[in-house]
């Protein structure tokens, strides 16, 4: 069963820009979710979409956004990049979660770095 | 105070030994409780998944949650070289579709070396 895959690898963007990221979740699962891995700062919440909607975003400005496709794949979008979203950016995925609730399987990643 | 501590090491000990990794939180609200090995500059990997209180053993790894303390733990026996990597724990307060819920609250890892 392939797993949590993530696109790009590396990505390299300058001040102002902006950054777009792809996760293809694991199959079957309908939750999507985002994590910055930020050195020093450890990994954050950023967003939760679930059967296309976007259910929950962490403590991160409104130029963090995303959107969930009918395939149940995402997109992570960073507007006006700044130098401090140089980051490792993760993609998680769950199921429907069961009576013992679910689990998160994550990504390899995407390393945004901002010059 | 962070919501969950964990010690960030660094742990060395040497191929062979019993390893004891631990956090703490303050949310009594959190019911599930995860951990994940993270390799350098890779994504995290899911080791153990436990809900609510108890054990959980899966190979060499065992899982302990001991709510009334707000503590949990993952023991790794018989450490190999191949262990070495940052191990994070992880939690969450419920699975409902909305809200913080399935929102994943991470201890800032601890970084252990097992030594050949």
């Known amino acids: 069963e392939a797993g949590v895959t993530q696109s790009p690898t590396h990505l390299i963007k300058t001040r102002g820009q902006q950054a777009t990221l792809r996760c293809s979740p694991i199959?079957?699962?309908?939750?999507v979710y985002w994590y910055q891995q930020a050195l020093g700062l450890g990994l954050q919440f950023l967003l939760w979409?679930?059967?296309?909607?976007?259910?929950n975003r962490g403590n991160f400005p409104p130029r963090f956004s995303g959107r969930q496709f009918p395939n149940y794949s995402s997109e992570l979008n960073v507007n006006a990049l700044e130098l401090e979203d140089s980051a490792l950016y993760l993609c998680?995925?769950?199921?429907?979660?069961?009576?013992?609730?679910?689990?998160?399987?994550f990504g390899p990643g995407t390393r945004l770095t901002v010059t | 105070q962070k919501e969950v501590e964990q010690d960030p090491g660094p742990l060395s000990v040497p191929e062979g030994a019993i390893v004891s990794l631990n956090c703490t939180y303050s949310n009594s609200a959190f019911q599930y409780f995860m951990w994940y090995r993270q390799y350098s500059r890779k994504g995290p990997e899911l080791l153990m998944y436990?809900?609510?209180?108890g054990n959980k053993e899966d190979g060499r790894f065992t899982a302990q949650v001991d709510k009334s303390s707000k503590y949990i733990s993952l023991f790794i026996r018989d450490s190999q070289p191949s262990d070495s990597a940052t191990y994070l724990c992880a939690m969450s307060s419920s699975v409902i579709s909305s809200g913080s819920a399935r929102q994943l609250t991470f201890g800032s890892g601890t970084q252990l070396t097992v030594l050949p």
């Open positions: 998680a995925s769950s199921s429907r979660p069961d009576s013992e609730g679910y689990e998160q399987y």
């Open positions: 979409y679930d059967e296309g909607e976007e259910r």
């Open positions: 436990t809900y609510s209180s």
């Open positions: 199959s079957g699962h309908t939750s």
